[in-house]
């Protein structure tokens, strides 16, 4: 299954949530204030969230008083345009060596996801090592571990419970010494504590300063998309200790309200650079703005 295919499937929830109620909106043909009425229930229904919606729908009617759009496709072609202004076109670029953190709370599917990175730089090409940084969650190494040999990429792990700042030293030693491209680093995501895990998290990065400076530096958060408006908590949560490069946005498949991919880029100007659309290791995509509306109108 090809990509485009992949994404339409995994929006299918979303689609039904919005795209046909939005279909049937421009059919009517008119224009008025009840159309945009209507069109802000349907955008805040799918966690669009308010000030998104707000700002989609002041663009868009701005622009059609002024093409005087009458045309229900015309319209329908316009309201993708102005999405895709929000969403950009920014993809997931890095120069190797690089060290990329990957963070994010329990449960949202931070282990997959580094297993299924690691499957796509290894089919890129790229040689990769995992840092199992999580040493505080029971068995999280070893959940780890089933991934990296799926991806057929090497694990350096402790104990559990022991210091993820060595892990971390261990694996960039590693790297340094093997040649490898790119390390993934898994991270503690416990909130309860959040003192704790900014701390563990600026840790780590002093470690990779030290240890690599050469080497290039992404932050990753992976966010459930099941949980709508609470993933934007997460994000500034994790902000506050790493600055946040991208955004991995997992679940996709499994929910309604896939439209909180524009309110995490329209908010807080951090781009998706991956969306999970299943639970096989293929099945994390690289994020194309135009096949998501696509997906979703």
């Known amino acids: ?3 485009f295919q992949k994404i339409i499937d995994g929006l299918r929830k979303t689609k039904q949530q919005i795209g046909f109620k939005l279909n049937e909106l421009f059919k009517r043909g008119i224009f008025d204030e009840d159309f945009y009425d209507d069109l802000e229930c349907i955008l ?8 998104t919606t707000v700002d989609i729908i002041d663009e868009l009617r701005e622009r059609m008083r002024k093409d005087r759009v009458s045309d229900a496709k015309k319209a329908n072609e316009y309201l993708r345009q102005v ?3 929000i969403l950009g076109d920014e993809a997931f670029e ?3 060596p690089c060290v990329i953190m990957v963070a994010g709370v329990n449960g949202v599917g931070k282990t997959t996801t580094i297993g299924k990175l690691a499957n796509i730089f290894v089919k890129q090409g790229k040689s990769v090592v995992i840092a199992a940084a999580d040493t505080f969650r029971a068995a999280a190494g070893e959940q780890l571990e089933v991934w990296a040999n799926r ?9 559990e419970g022991s210091d993820p700042a060595a892990v971390v030293f261990d694996a960039v030693s ?9 390390v993934l680093v898994d991270t503690a995501g416990r909130l309860h504590n959040k003192k704790n895990l900014m701390e563990e998290l600026k840790k780590i990065d002093r470690v990779v300063d030290r240890e690599w400076p050469q080497a290039d530096r992404k932050n990753l958060i992976v966010l459930d998309a099941t949980t709508g408006q609470n993933a934007i908590q997460q994000v500034d949560v994790f902000n506050e200790a790493i600055d946040i490069d991208g955004i991995v946005l997992t679940k996709l498949d499994g929910t309604a309200k896939g439209g909180v991919v524009l309110q995490i880029k329209h908010d807080m100007d951090i781009p998706v650079y991956f969306v999970g659309v ?16 696509e997906g979703i109108i």
Do not use: N, P
């Not at 991806?151 to 104990?159: L, N, S, T, W």
């Open 83 to 85: 999405m895709a202004d």
């Open 44 to 51: 805040l229904s799918s966690d669009i969230g308010e000030d």
């Open 94 to 96: 890095f120069s190797t």
């Open 151 to 159: 991806a057929k990429v090497r694990i350096i792990k402790h104990e």
């Open 174 to 182: 590693s790297a340094k010494s093997r040649g490898t491209d790119i």
């Open 1 to 3: 299954m090809g990509f």
């Open 278 to 293: 299943g639970e096989g290791i293929d099945d994390l995509l690289q994020f194309d703005a135009q096949s998501y509306i």
